[in-house]
Structures are given as C-alpha cells and as structure tokens.
C-alpha cells in the first residue's frame, strides 16, 4: 500500500448492548457497554489491527463516546487526524438487543448527532491528498453529508491513481431514496472490489441469481468480489472465472455484530499488504468468525499475530 493508507468515512458511534435477550428495549434491564462501533469504524480499526496503513474520516462530539471511539481507534494504528469533534452535538449511539430467534432491535441516534454532520475539512483535504485506498460502507451514504464526502473522497483517491472498495451493508429490505440508489450504483460502477453479504451481491447486481449477478458485475468494471456468507464462510470471484473458498471456522457466536466489517477490514488491509486472495480470504474469515465470539461490535477484532493463532488452533467445516 506504497501510495498511501486506506481510508473510509463514516458513522462512528458507541455502542450499548442488552446482555439478555427478549424483544426490545421498553422495560429495564442489564445492558453492557459503551463500546465503539459503527460499521466504517469497525472495519477501519480490523484494518489498523491487521497492520496496513488506516485512517478515517468522521465526527464525533466532545463526550466521552467520542473519546472512546477515538483512543480505540488510534490504539489500533488508524489516523484520527480527519475526525472532527463536533462542540455542538453528542457522538452518535445505538442499543441493540437480541431476539431469542436471532432478529435484532436498535434504538439509535445517528441522524440527529455528531457522526452524520461530516465536512470537506482542511484535515479531510489533507488527508485524502495522500490516500491510496477508499473503502465505502453503504451505511455511511444514507448520511448526506457523508454521502458528499465520500463522492469526493472517491474523485480524489481516483485521481492519483488508488483504489475503491465497497461493502453495500445495505439490507435488500431497505428502500433507499432515488438519490441514494444512484449514488450507491455510480460506487458499485467504479469499484474494484465489493464485499457483499449474502443476498447484497444481486441487489448490487440488479439481477437475480449468483452467477448472473457475479458476471454482471464484472461487466460494469468490477475486478474482485468477496462474498460473506456468515457461518458458511466466504468466496472470492475474479473475472478470470476463478473462485476461492474460505474455510468456515467453526466458532461459539456470542455476538454477530461486526462480522462483516472485520472481515473486510481483514480483506482489504491483506489484499493491499501485497497477499493473494487465497491469503487474504483466510485471515478475513479467520477475523469475521474471531470477532464474533467476543461481546461488543469490534472487540473481537485481532492482530496479525492474534488471527495466525486463532487460524492455527480453530477447526474448519
Ligand atoms: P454484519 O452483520 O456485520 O453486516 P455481514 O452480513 O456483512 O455482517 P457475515 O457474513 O455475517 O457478514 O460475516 C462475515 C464473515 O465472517 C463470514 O463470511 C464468515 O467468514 C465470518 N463469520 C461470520 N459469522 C460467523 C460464524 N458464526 N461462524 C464462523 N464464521 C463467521
Ligand atoms: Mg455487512
């Protein structure tokens, strides 16, 4: 990654998990936390921890939520210098609870907080003139002002010659607004690597099928794909016809949340380090199945040295 880190932008926010499940949030009941969280920052800090170059972009207010986000994120090796600290409003949060049947509840407050008032600042400036990766979080572009950042953090990646990856993290369920859909298809256009979830890759693809959806999006320019299937593992395609398989470790879930993010992370942090995709494909579904076995969104996210353990001592289906 000679020309220069990889970089997101996005929702940063602390995290506040119910440690029992059952529906919802409209009783008291033990919670644990805060943690930091948000899928860029999850998949930034993986990045750091992996030992690739990171920084991010964001906000956050002038509490302690953002202080935890942000030494967190610079104990993990990722460049805050760009993440604004926003005087005016709380960093975001979001409570989640799980269902005895597997379902999730949040309770967030992103919209109305420091993580969605993002800027083109003389940091942000500074910082992408020297970037050599963009990853997009789907996520990040329901936030307008992230969603103009990110267009031109992508313009100014493009330009000296790096890299775009995109994790869609985007529901087929969820309904985004015209302007929103285009600005996530023009993303899927012009990048080189997508990691999608599951039923992400033909809702990126616009058709149905795996195989329609995967030729399709090489059509449209897209150079590698990585597609999580949770406890099933993870493929990568190339345009060259060839696939690889991960192994699906076989781990004690504790908590989901964060699974996709370290992944990528993982991915994108080994892919720029110079690793094949085989290489890389391992210790990213070695750092989605690691993650999960830790409460807290990012709390299971490992080093280098941390994953060749987890590799070396955790069975494979
Ligand atoms: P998220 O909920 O964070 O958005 P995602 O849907 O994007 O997650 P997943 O497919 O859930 O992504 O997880 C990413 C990868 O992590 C999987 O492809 C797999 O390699 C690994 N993984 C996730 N959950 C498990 C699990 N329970 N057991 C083993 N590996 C897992
Ligand atoms: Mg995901």
């Known amino acids: 990654d000679s020309l220069g880190p990889t970089v997101t932008v996005g929702e940063i926010l602390a995290e506040i998990v119910a440690t029992t499940r059952g529906d919802g949030f409209r009783a008291a009941q033990p919670l644990v936390g805060p943690y930091p969280s948000g899928a860029p920052a999850i998949f ?11 920084a991010m972009v964001g906000a956050v207010g002038d509490d302690d939520f953002g202080r935890l986000n942000l030494d967190r994120l610079a104990a993990d090796g990722v460049d805050v210098s760009a993440v604004a600290i926003d005087p005016e409003h709380p960093t975001g949060s979001a409570f ?11 309770v967030y407050n ?28 789907g996520s990040a572009l329901s936030m307008p002002s992230a969603a103009a950042v990110i267009a031109r953090a992508a313009e100014a990646v493009r330009a000296r ?26 993303l899927v256009d012009r990048c080189d690597l997508l990691l999608p979830s599951g039923d992400e890759l033909e809702r ?3 058709v149905d099928g795996e195989a329609e959806a995967i030729a399709r999006l090489f059509a449209r320019g897209v150079a590698e794909i990585a597609l999580k299937r949770g406890a099933d593992g993870a493929s990568v395609f190339l345009p060259d016809g060839t696939r690889h398989d991960a192994p699906a470790f076989v781990v004690d879930e504790i908590d989901p ?50 994953l060749d353990t987890f590799i070396a001592g955790t069975p494979r289906r």
């Not at 930034?44 to 990171?54: D, E, F, K, L, V």
């Open 44 to 54: 930034i800090a993986q990045c750091g921890r992996i030992g690739g170059a990171a």
């Open 257 to 306: 949340t964060g699974a996709g993010d370290c992944f990528g992370g993982a991915y994108v942090a080994c892919r720029r380090l110079g690793m094949d995709p085989d290489r890389a494909l391992t210790y990213a579904a070695a750092a989605g199945a690691r993650n999960v076995t830790v409460r807290g969104p990012m709390e299971g996210a490992g080093s280098r040295a941390e």
């Open 161 to 186: 010659g790096g890299t775009l990856s995109v994790d869609p993290n985007i529901r087929k369920e969820l309904r985004l607004d015209a302007e929103t859909e285009a600005r996530f298809a023009a």
């Open 110 to 137: 992103i919209a109305r907080s420091a993580a969605a008032r993002l800027s083109w600042t003389g940091a942000v400036a500074a910082l992408m003139s020297g970037a050599g990766h963009l990853h997009v979080m």
């Open 204 to 206: 990126a693809a616009g």
């Open 96 to 106: 989640v609870r799980y269902r005895a049947d597997g379902g999730r509840d949040f």
